[in-house]
T-cell receptor, first 113, second 114 residues
């Protein structure tokens, strides 16, 4: 079975700091990759997704992620975070053969003003 | 455009009680899903329905049943609630049955079982 690991459970940054959240998955075949964000008290929303093509994917609100197939990784980055980026971030992987999207455990990001 | 609507938003049950969580989507999506969210564990799939008339077990189906009533509605039933089912439940839908599209989530139901 596929699994998704997010090694940073809690991250605290000051505004304008750079962000990188790690995501690694275990499935060896073709995958679809997603990052979702959950702002306090809200439901999950899509930040960005990768299906094929350019491994550097740009999403909303200045976020981007890079798919590195050899490392089974899909790390999320943002050059300069804002207080409004305080949220929980989830990496998710679908193995392209079925309907089951597997989520990582999430990373809680707190940005101090 | 409402998207995915879940009811209720909050519920407290006693051990052994039953309840049904309702979910409806207005995006004409084929696939619908029920997830539970627990701290540090991300979201885990309970059941999904790839299309009207079909349902399949996900990662953590024990203690739950589902009904895909029609294309719009997908309900989750707890027949005999247990404290281990205390969680936040999210319904989601997708236009793709092969995982090519992102999920659209409802606002969640916070369930406490005492």
């Amino acid at each position: 079975a596929q699994s998704v690991s997010q090694h940073n459970h809690h991250v605290i940054l000051s505004e304008a700091a750079s962000l990188e959240l790690g995501c690694n998955y275990s499935y060896g075949g073709t995958v679809n990759l997603f990052w979702y964000v959950q702002y306090p008290g809200q439901h999950l929303q899509l930040l960005l997704k990768y299906f094929s093509g350019d491994p550097l994917v740009k999403g909303i609100k200045g976020f981007e992620a890079e798919f590195i197939k050899s490392k089974f990784s899909f790390n999320l980055r943002k050059p300069s975070v804002q207080w409004s980026d305080t949220a929980e971030y989830f990496c998710a992987v679908n193995n392209n053969a079925g309907n089951m999207l597997t989520f990582g455990g999430g990373t809680r990001l707190m940005v101090k003003p | 455009n409402a998207g995915v609507t879940q009811t209720p938003k909050f519920q407290v049950l006693k051990t052994g009680q039953s309840m049904t969580l309702q979910c409806a989507q207005d995006m004409n999506h084929n696939s619908m899903y029920w997830y539970r969210q627990d701290p540090g564990m991300g979201l885990r799939l309970i059941y999904y329905s790839a299309s009207e008339g079909t349902t399949d077990k996900g990662e953590v189906p024990n203690g739950y049943n589902v009904s895909r009533l029609n294309k719009r509605e997908f309900s989750l039933r707890l027949e005999s609630a247990a404290p281990s089912q205390t969680s936040v439940y999210f319904c989601a839908s997708s236009g793709s049955t092969q995982g090519y599209e992102a999920l659209h989530f409802g606002n969640g139901t916070r369930l406490t079982v005492t």
